[in-house]
């Protein structure tokens, strides 16, 4: 089974849903793990018509020609990664003191979205809002259900806690990359994507 963007929510590796805003100029970018199966990919300058649809869910992004930086990102802090069978590699820099997450439950997380080379491509934290969608059922990509879930010897995040997830192609966006126009893929097929998150717990 494959997994689209979630710029969020689930994307499968092989579909890639991709969010436009009313801008003409920019190109749209990809949200957070999204996925086709749970919604729909508007084009052509239209926003998603669901909340679960939007990389905030509900939230609308520009893609910018040259993405700037979160400017809240985590603090970085450097550790080393435990790789889980499936390929995730996982590293805590911050383990939370509340609840983990249950399947199907709507929760809130900011994240951080980078290429291997460095390269921001999305963070909840320069929009100001995190993003919210359910945890498990696919709305996001494959890497972070599992990544913030659990499972396939990976522990779930506990809410307040900070985890750096580094996701093979197979758990992102797959062949096929995201915010894909004219040749040009603000995610390159077969990319490596590593995502800060900060789980904040139950919406």
């Given at each position: 089974m494959t997994t689209t963007l979630p710029f969020f929510f689930s994307l499968l590796s092989s579909s890639t849903p991709i969010?436009?805003?009313?801008?003409?100029?920019p190109p749209p970018l990809p949200q957070p793990p999204l996925n086709h199966h749970h919604h729909q990919t508007i084009t052509n300058n239209?926003?998603?018509?669901?909340r679960e649809a939007v990389i905030g869910f509900g939230l609308c992004l520009k893609f910018l020609d040259s993405v700037q930086p979160a400017s809240a990102a985590p603090e970085s802090i450097t550790c080393e990664f435990t790789v889980a069978d499936s390929g995730l590699a996982f590293c805590d820099k911050l383990v939370g003191y509340g609840p983990q997450p249950q399947k199907g439950q709507l929760i809130k997380a900011h994240y951080v979205g980078k290429l291997q080379n460095?390269?921001?491509f999305d963070s909840s934290y320069n929009r100001g809002k995190p993003l919210t969608f359910r945890i498990g059922v696919g709305e996001v990509i494959r890497g972070w259900d599992e990544g913030i879930l659990g499972g396939n010897g990976v522990p779930p995040m506990l809410?307040?806690?900070?985890r750096t997830l580094k996701l093979p192609p197979q758990l992102g966006y797959?062949?096929?990359?995201?915010?894909?126009?004219?040749?040009?893929?603000?995610?390159p097929p077969d990319s490596v994507l590593l995502f800060d998150v900060e789980f904040i717990g139950k919406a």
């Open positions: 969010i436009k805003c009313s801008t003409t100029t239209h926003t998603l018509r669901r460095g390269k921001v809410a307040g806690g900070k797959g062949m096929r990359g995201a915010g894909c126009k004219g040749g040009s893929c603000i995610i």
